[in-house]
């Protein structure tokens, strides 16, 4: 089992950048695949992004591929996720997510944060 704990959230400008974290409490992150979702208002949960347990696999959804980018340091048992060209329709709240399969359907994974705030401005 693993807990997480999304951070680093907050009100940036188009075309500004955010560094989200998400650390884990449990004694097998490195076991886990590790993924990166959003939800906008109104709208239904989407994939923004996975990470292998090595961290030497990424995949990205087309909405941000070439502008966000998802990392992890299993030492500090903590995955990031680096944004870059904020856009406004990138406004929703993002969660972090861990699962036992490598997957970009949020019913394979298992466990999730709490979520945090990203707002955009145009």
């Known amino acids: 089992q693993v807990q997480l704990v999304e951070s680093g959230g907050g009100l940036v400008q188009a075309g500004g950048s955010l560094r989200l974290s998400c650390a884990a409490y449990g004694r097998t992150f490195s076991s886990y695949y590790m993924g990166w979702f959003r939800q906008a208002p109104g709208k239904e949960r989407e994939f923004v992004a996975a990470?292998?347990?090595?961290?030497?696999?990424?995949y990205h959804a087309d909405s941000v591929k070439g502008r966000f980018t998802i990392s992890r340091d299993n030492a500090k048992k903590t995955v990031y996720l680096q944004m870059n060209s904020l856009k406004p329709e990138d406004t929703a709240v993002y969660y972090c997510a861990a699962s036992s399969r490598w997957a970009a359907a949020t019913d394979e994974y298992n466990y999730w944060g709490q979520g945090t705030q990203v707002t955009v401005s145009s």
């Open positions: 990470i292998n347990r090595s961290g030497g696999s990424t």
